[in-house]
């Protein structure tokens, strides 16, 4: 069953990034779309980004540029550390984030019923549950 759970997470994921592309009208990137997770509202510095994806500073760095260039991140002073900046989602970058959300909604409103979304999630709830008690 988990075998299948990473064919249908990939499949879907692939999916849900060409559909949000399209309605976002910019190419989102799967490695975009892994640091958004991490980043609060409030602002995140890239250090700790990183060390929750197991990344170099380096590729996050990176990858927060291409978001500001996008104009969905922006920097913002550290008001904890004047050497260091946060990043956070722009006015733009969180309503991109509800679209892409609504992106998501749609796909599963498409492909589950309302009884299958419930079980499916109840599912996932106890697979995350047993992950929980089982750290790496």
């Not at 995140?44 to 929750?52: F, L, M, P, S, Y």
């Amino acid at each position: 069953a988990l075998q299948l759970l990473f064919r249908v997470a990939r499949r879907t994921n692939e999916l849900a990034l060409e559909r949000a592309s399209r309605e976002l009208g910019f190419p989102v990137r799967a490695a975009h779309t892994s640091l958004l997770p991490h980043i609060s509202f409030t602002g995140t510095r890239q250090t700790e980004i990183a060390a929750k994806l197991g990344v170099s500073k380096q590729a996050v760095h990176k990858l927060v540029e291409e978001l500001c260039g996008l104009g969905l991140l922006e920097r913002v002073p550290d008001p904890e550390d004047a050497r260091a900046t946060l990043g956070r989602f722009s006015a733009p970058g969180r309503a991109s984030m509800a679209r892409g959300i609504a992106v998501l909604e749609a796909l599963e409103q498409e492909a589950l019923s309302p009884a299958d979304a419930a079980a499916l999630r109840g599912l996932l709830v106890k697979v995350d549950a047993w992950l929980d008690e089982h750290p790496k």
